[in-house]
């Protein structure tokens, strides 16, 4: 899978690949990553990538022309169009990034080009004939889109082959289909007892349907109480057992 970042600050992304657990995504081979700066795009001495907004107004806007010759080179270097590799822009007007577009992505052979905008935007004409997506991290406003690039490139990276050492831990990750989408239980490590605090006596016992559902119960008792929005799309999506409606009655 192949991504492009057009970023005015290449060097955030390209640190941000060479650490910790995804990095094994790049040094493998399943993601390919390069980094586009539109200020080499950009005509004149000073490289100039952003105006003053029309009518008025306080910050700066980025200009479509940078952006779109350096959208062009891209296209042009990978050999595609927008219909194989989208172009996705990260926006507080775009959907919210969530567990089922991060699949979705990662699903993607052609992989897209990431826009990570600055200032107060990026001109709406460069928006309308280019961006094929938008994505918000949440209702707040960032810096710039190198931040919501970066969480997208993690979520998509650790779901590619041998990112984690156990093939199955994105199954149990909050939000995952084997947890009908709700979130993951509690975990819990040596020393057994901890400042007076002990283990759950299900996670000691070594009995795999004992812990099975102690976790469920868990999972769905942690996801009333503070995502009930989750437990709602799991139950009109059938996704919830006549045991799992009775664990969140506490019938159990």
């Given at each position: 899978?192949?991504?492009?970042?057009?970023?005015?600050?290449?060097?955030?992304?390209?640190?941000?690949?060479?650490?910790?657990?995804?990095?094994?995504?790049?040094?493998?081979?399943?993601?390919?990553?390069?980094?586009?700066?539109?200020?080499?795009?950009?005509?004149?001495?000073?490289?100039?990538?952003?105006?003053?907004?029309?009518?008025?107004?306080?910050?700066?806007?980025?200009?479509?022309?940078?952006l779109a010759a350096c959208l062009l080179a891209i296209r042009q270097e990978r050999a595609d169009d927008r219909h194989?590799?989208?172009?996705?822009?990260?926006?507080?007007?775009?959907?919210?990034?969530?567990?089922?577009?991060?699949?979705?992505?990662?699903?993607?052979?052609?992989?897209?080009?990431?826009?990570?905008?600055?200032?107060?935007?990026?001109?709406?004409?460069?928006?309308?004939?280019?961006?094929?997506?938008?994505?918000?991290?949440?209702?707040?406003?960032?810096?710039?889109?190198?931040?919501?690039?970066?969480?997208?490139?993690?979520?998509?990276?650790?779901?590619?082959?041998?990112?984690?050492?156990?093939?199955?831990?994105?199954?149990?990750?909050?939000?995952?289909?084997?947890?009908?989408?709700?979130?993951?239980?509690?975990?819990?490590?040596?020393?057994?007892?901890?400042?007076?605090?002990?283990?759950?006596?299900?996670?000691?016992?070594?009995?795999?349907?004992?812990?099975?559902?102690?976790?469920?119960?868990?999972?769905?008792?942690?996801?009333?109480?503070?995502?009930?929005?989750?437990?709602?799309?799991?139950?009109?999506?059938?996704?919830?057992?006549?045991?799992?409606?009775?664990?969140?009655?506490?019938?159990?």
């Amino acid at each position: 899978m192949r991504i492009d970042v057009i970023t005015l600050f290449p060097e955030m992304i390209q640190s941000f690949i060479e650490q910790g657990v995804t990095r094994r995504a790049y040094d493998s081979g399943h993601m390919v990553l390069k980094c586009w700066n539109p200020r080499d795009f950009a005509d004149g001495n000073y490289r100039r990538v952003d105006d003053r907004p029309f009518g008025g107004g306080p910050g700066m806007v980025m200009l479509p022309e940078p952006l779109a010759a350096c959208l062009l080179a891209i296209r042009q270097e990978r050999a595609d169009d927008r219909h194989s590799a989208p172009l996705i822009y990260f926006s507080p007007t775009g959907e919210t990034l969530d567990q089922t577009l991060v699949r979705e992505s990662a699903a993607s052979a052609n992989g897209a080009v990431l826009l990570g905008g600055r200032y107060e935007g990026v001109d709406q004409r460069f928006i309308d004939a280019h961006v094929d997506r938008q994505i918000s991290l949440g209702d707040f406003v960032l810096s710039g889109g190198e931040l919501p690039a970066m969480a997208w490139l993690d979520a998509v990276a650790r779901l590619q082959p041998g990112v984690l050492n156990d093939s199955d831990s994105h199954a149990q990750d909050s939000f995952s289909p084997d947890l009908s989408g709700l979130l993951d239980s509690p975990h819990f490590t040596r020393p057994e007892v901890w400042q007076g605090v002990s283990t759950p006596p299900a996670l000691l016992s070594g009995h795999h349907a004992l812990i099975a559902d102690w976790r469920r119960t868990q999972s769905l008792q942690l996801t009333a109480a503070n995502r009930p929005d989750l437990i709602a799309k799991a139950r009109k999506a059938g996704l919830l057992s006549a045991k799992d409606e009775r664990i969140l009655a506490g019938k159990t």
